[in-house]
C-alpha cells in the first residue's frame, strides 16, 4: 500500500515569488507520482506526472517538479506564481505496472490537499 | 477533447433518502472511479470499477453502493443518505491498465452534495 502526506495544508505567497509545494510519499514498490490541480469549483486537473528517466518533470503553467528517490519526495514548484495560480494542488501516486500485476487498475492515493493562495 | 460528465454541480437531499449521482465519460475507458472530498482529507476513493458490471471496493466504501451497466456510465448510490455523507463527490475515468496510460486518470467537474 501506499500514502502521501503533503507538508503544508496552506501556502500564501505574493505575486511573482517562486513557491515549492512539498510532498513525500511511502510505498514498497516502485511508482508513478502525479500532482493534481484543482481550481475554485471545478474537478481536478493533470499538471505533471513522474513515470520514470528523469528526475527533473515539467508541467503545465510554467510547474515543474523533482522526483527524489531516496527522500521519497515529488515536490512541485514554480519560479514566479501569478494570481491566477491560487488553487488547490494535490500529490498523487500509484504502483507502477511491474508491480502490480494487473490488479491495482490504476488506483491513485492522494495527499490531503494544499491550497495555495497568490496575493497581490 | 476528453469529458467527464456528472448529473448534478449542486444537490441538496433528507437524510434517509435515496441518492443516485450519475457519472459519463466519453473516452472509451474501460476504469471509473468516485471519490469523495473533504477539507484536510484530500481525496478517498469509495468504488471502482475496472470493467461493465465489475466494481471494487475502495477505502471508505460503507454506505454506498455502485451500478455500472454501461462501460461509459458509473453510478454512485447512497442507499438511506446521512448527514455526515455531506461532500463533494468527484468521478474520474482512465483507460485499462496497461495500455500506456500510465494510471493518469480525468476528472468530472464534481457533485456537491448536502444532505439536510
Known amino acids: 500500500a501506499q500514502s502521501v502526506t503533503q507538508l503544508d495544508s496552506q501556502v500564501p505567497v505574493f505575486e511573482e515569488a517562486p513557491v515549492e509545494l512539498r510532498c513525500n510519499y511511502s510505498?514498497?514498490?516502485?511508482?508513478?507520482l502525479f500532482w493534481y490541480v484543482q481550481y475554485p469549483n471545478q474537478g481536478l486537473q493533470l499538471l505533471l506526472k513522474?513515470?520514470?528517466?528523469?528526475?527533473l518533470v515539467k508541467g503545465i503553467n510554467g510547474f515543474e517538479a523533482e522526483f527524489n528517490k531516496s527522500q521519497t519526495s515529488f515536490h512541485l514548484r514554480k519560479p514566479s506564481v501569478h494570481i491566477s495560480d491560487t488553487a488547490e494542488y494535490f500529490c498523487?501516486?500509484?504502483?507502477?505496472?511491474?508491480?502490480?500485476?494487473?490488479?491495482?487498475?490504476?488506483?491513485?492515493?492522494f495527499g490531503q490537499g494544499t491550497i495555495l493562495t497568490v496575493h497581490p | 477533447d476528453v469529458k467527464v460528465t456528472q448529473s448534478s454541480r449542486y444537490l441538496v437531499k433528507r437524510t434517509g433518502e435515496k441518492v443516485f449521482l450519475e457519472c459519463v465519460q466519453d473516452?472509451?475507458?474501460?476504469?471509473m472511479f468516485w471519490y469523495r472530498q473533504d477539507p484536510g482529507l484530500g481525496l478517498r476513493l469509495i468504488y471502482f470499477?475496472?470493467?461493465?458490471?465489475?466494481?471494487e471496493k475502495g477505502d471508505i466504501p460503507e454506505g454506498y453502493s455502485v451500478s455500472r451497466e454501461k462501460k461509459e456510465r458509473f453510478s454512485l448510490i447512497l442507499e438511506s443518505a446521512s448527514t455526515n455523507q455531506t461532500s463533494m463527490y468527484l468521478c474520474?475515468?482512465?483507460?485499462?491498465f496497461g495500455t500506456g496510460s500510465h494510471n493518469e486518470q480525468f476528472f468530472g467537474p464534481g457533485t456537491r452534495l448536502t444532505v439536510l
Open positions: 510505498s514498497s514498490v516502485s511508482v508513478y
Open positions: 474520474a475515468s482512465s483507460p485499462y
Open positions: 473516452m472509451d475507458h474501460e476504469n
Open positions: 513522474y513515470l520514470s528517466g528523469s528526475t
Open positions: 498523487a501516486v500509484s504502483e507502477a505496472p511491474l508491480n502490480a500485476g494487473g490488479t491495482s487498475y490504476g488506483k491513485l492515493t
Open positions: 470499477s475496472y470493467d461493465v458490471k465489475m466494481k
